[in-house]
């Protein structure tokens, strides 16, 4: 539900500049200039200026003013604190201390101090605090941190209120809370794979995994609705692309990130990121590097690379790509009601792609606790 508080979420800088500069003019005529947009855009700008509309003109006005003032202030590195700190230090890297210095001192402290930890100690010994970057002209501060963000995708500003939760707002969860998600997304894909290929092949498999791990993709299996089981072809693509993406014998494609972790681990993360893939293939492409940079920089690329080849590995039709975001929704909820995601998005409506499709994920609901023991296998 569109509010005065959240009116401007989740509108780029671009289009939020657009909407004020339309109405500032105060033409009826200009708001026709909506149509222009492609059809996302226009749609969501023509629905808050019609909220506009219906407010009281100097309140809409007091709005429009302070959101102008909001966007046209230098804001430094507002948002970079959602990027995860392996791709600041990826960016970081090379540069002189004092550079880093002043990136790093418009951070969060607990940002600052991760990048300040995985350092070279003979860089991080040289990095000047705030006191020391005193001296530093304030113009030369903003091109620094300006060339510095210009790196990265502009991350979002979170509503200020609960609102509608669409596919795209995955990314508002933070580092963790995506983290878990992809775990549980992981146990689903290999039940949906595991589901057509068969038991013996499940229990080959079974077999390189710890017994709480293997109960648990056993129980994914039977969970999983007949509807969702992959077609064999794809789910003989899906396991032999993560088992060579996983493989152990220390030879990996650029794009995989080698992992302290287990092989079960591994092998849930790789079959989440596959289905979250599979899941954003025809979102915009910004909604991708927004998640990505919130994850390990490991993670994130992998995740690129599998959007970028997902037609050449799935089949990505319209229907498979709304049923998996309306799973992907189901799961979040889930994992709200369970406390593993912040269950302040409980407060805000779930928006799913039909009825049709809501009732096509109700086959969980029977779901048992011990179905998401995945929280101890990230």
């Known amino acids: ?81 959602q990027v995860d700190a392996t791709w600041l230090l990826a960016g970081l890297r090379g540069e002189h201390p004092q550079t880093i210095g002043i990136v790093i001192n418009q951070l969060s402290a607990h940002t600052r101090q991760r990048v300040l930890e995985n350092l070279p100690t003979t860089v991080a010994d040289k990095v000047p605090n705030k006191d020391q970057l005193g001296h530093v002209k304030l113009d030369i501060m903003r091109v620094v941190r300006q060339l510095f963000e210009s790196k990265f995708a502009t991350m979002p500003m979170p509503p200020s209120e609960p609102t509608q939760f669409y596919f795209k707002d995955l990314v508002l969860l933070d580092h963790s809370e995506l983290l878990q998600l992809i775990n549980s997304l992981g146990v689903e894909e290999l039940g949906s794979a595991f589901l057509t290929v068969g038991r013996r092949k499940l229990a080959e498999l079974c077999q390189r995994l710890g017994k709480e791990a293997a109960e648990l993709l056993v129980t994914s299996v039977r969970q999983t609705a007949k509807e969702d089981a992959m077609p064999l072809e794809e789910a003989n693509a899906l396991l032999q692309r993560i088992l060579t993406d996983i493989r152990s014998d220390g030879v990996r494609p650029s794009h995989i990130p080698r992992s302290s972790g287990s092989f079960h681990q591994d092998l849930f993360r790789s079959a989440g990121l596959l289905r979250l893939a599979k899941a954003s293939c025809r979102e915009y492409p910004l909604f991708v590097q927004q998640v990505s940079q919130k994850l390990p920089r490991g993670h994130g690329r992998l995740l690129r690379h599998y959007v970028d080849k997902i037609d050449d590995l799935f089949s990505t039709e319209d229907r498979s790509i709304r049923r998996l975001q309306d799973l992907v929704l189901y799961r979040v909820e889930k994992l709200c009601a369970r406390g593993k995601i912040n269950p302040k998005f409980l407060k805000f409506s779930f928006c799913y792609w039909g009825d049709e499709a809501q009732e096509d994920v109700g086959h969980e609901e029977h779901e048992s606790e011990s179905d998401y023991a995945e929280d101890d296998y990230q």
């Open 1 to 81: 539900m569109l509010s005065p508080n959240n009116i401007f979420y989740p509108l780029s800088p671009r289009l939020t500049i657009l909407l004020c500069t339309l109405f500032i003019r105060g033409e009826e005529t200009d708001l026709t200039l909506i149509e222009l947009l492609d059809y996302e855009d226009a749609e969501v700008l023509r629905e808050r200026a019609e909220f506009l509309n219906q407010m009281d003109g100097r309140k809409r006005a007091a709005i429009i003013a302070a959101e102008m003032r909001r966007q046209l202030q230098f804001r430094g590195v507002i948002g970079l604190d």
